[in-house]
């Protein structure tokens, strides 16, 4: 298995052949078979849940509003479309450790009972509860990280009751090697506790993807979503990764941005609809960044589109790439500062479980668009004949084509998700 895994790694191309997309899902299968993801029995299918930090960031962190979205997911009945975790990232620890033990502490002006109360209100709303750290010295807001700290810390954050433990990459070396041994003193660490703990790496680097699988449940391939420009470098990192995303294991073009203007970051609607959308195409984690306590109709309509979620949680667990890419070709140092979003479009296709597939028609453009999948393109879905497809957000069926297949697609980030399948 580690001899197809380097040979699969190495094979990274922009577009699919018809016989390249059943040698992608033989692969996945195969992969499947020798358990070639890390093997803690989560992540089977990528993560989806909530993060504190696209919406408070540092501000308001504490007990009481943690307890109150979780009430709020309840009362927005995210569980019933598959949300599972309540993640709280950075700012929660106090600034010191214990001076006797070394244990982390949480803020006791924030949680003045402790975090396992916090855990343990979570869980009796029905949800996971998830926490932050780093692999270095200090995380990214300069409170304690876990360098040298990281059996002590698993085992903290499993007396708490921990389900996720999402790990940063600030103030650390940033040496290949030396950050996958860092990363592997947790993974070993949180094993050890006996707990499951889906276990989510956040390196910002493409360089984690080939070995990703062997470390965590999930590896972040790029920089911070923030702005558009953002996402769209994250969208143009991960389109040559998909060869190393699997089931229990799944690359992570970071977390989702949401409309609101309440949130500490958004986006247009059309740009946070269209990140959902390729975010499912791509097999990505789904942990909505949106403001949760006062989340708009239009955030809500979008993170709970059933179909679109199918498509994420697919149990083929195949990551899509581009089938069409108009998109300048951009190295990964010139993506890392890059602030401007070309006037291009993309097509991206993700094979699915029972012969169905998914595809996105993206238009980065500022203008609107007319995006054609021609013949040569339809084939790289290795569908033959009449194919039918169905738009998931506006949830019917438009008909079945067979040469071609074109859609109008607004400007600015906008998108249209299809579901096909041989007719």
């Avoid at 780093?134 to 009751?161: H, I, K, M, V």
Wanted: with cysteine.
């Amino acid at each position: 298995c580690q001899g197809i895994n380097a040979k699969a790694s190495s094979k990274q191309q922009p577009t699919m052949t018809s016989k390249s997309v059943r040698s992608v899902m033989a692969t996945v299968l195969l992969f499947s078979a020798c358990a070639t993801a890390l093997d803690n029995g989560v992540g089977l299918t990528p993560a989806m849940g909530y993060n504190t930090w696209n919406d408070f960031r540092c501000q308001g962190i504490n007990a009481k509003n943690i307890m109150a979205v979780a009430d709020k997911m309840v009362a927005l009945n995210l569980q019933k479309f598959g949300y599972e975790y309540l993640n709280i990232d950075d700012c929660w620890a106090a600034p010191k450790r214990n001076e006797t033990t070394g244990a982390l502490i949480p803020n006791p002006t924030a949680f003045p009972d402790g975090m396992k109360a916090v855990a343990d209100y979570v869980h009796s709303k029905g949800f996971k509860f998830g926490i932050y750290t780093d692999r270095g010295t200090n995380t990214c807001q300069g409170l304690p990280g876990s360098l040298g700290y990281e059996a002590l810390d698993a085992e903290t954050f499993a007396s708490w009751g921990v389900d996720y433990v999402k790990e940063d990459s600030c103030h650390a070396t940033q040496d290949h090697q030396t950050a996958f041994e860092e990363y592997g003193k947790m993974r070993d660490a949180l094993n050890a506790t006996g707990r499951q703990i889906y276990f989510s790496l956040c390196g910002w680097n493409s360089w984690y993807a080939p070995v990703g699988w062997s470390l965590g449940n999930s590896w972040r391939i790029a920089g911070d979503c923030n702005a558009w420009p953002s996402i769209y470098n994250a969208i143009r990192t991960n389109e040559l990764l998909y060869n190393n995303s699997r089931i229990g294991g799944w690359n992570d073009p970071d977390m989702l941005v949401g409309s609101s203007p309440d949130a500490a970051v958004h986006n247009t609607p059309d740009q946070s609809r269209t990140q959902f959308s390729l975010w499912s195409i791509m097999a990505a984690p789904l942990l909505i960044g949106s403001n949760m306590l006062n989340m708009s109709t239009t955030d809500l309509e979008t993170y709970t589109n059933a179909e679109v979620i199918a498509i994420d949680q697919d149990a083929l667990g195949v990551q899509g790439r581009p089938i069409f890419n108009s998109c300048p070709s951009m190295t990964r140092e010139e993506l890392e500062v890059n602030d401007n979003v070309p006037a291009c479009q993309q097509i991206w296709f993700k094979p699915m479980s029972n012969n169905r597939g998914a595809l996105i028609f993206v238009n980065f453009d500022t203008n609107s668009a007319k995006i054609t999948c021609d013949a040569s393109c339809l084939a790289q879905t290795g569908m033959t004949g009449a194919i039918s497809f169905r738009d998931v957000w506006q949830h019917k069926n438009i008909g079945t084509f067979t040469q071609s297949f074109s859609a109008s697609v607004a400007a600015d980030g906008a998108s249209n998700t299809y579901l096909i399948q041989e007719a």
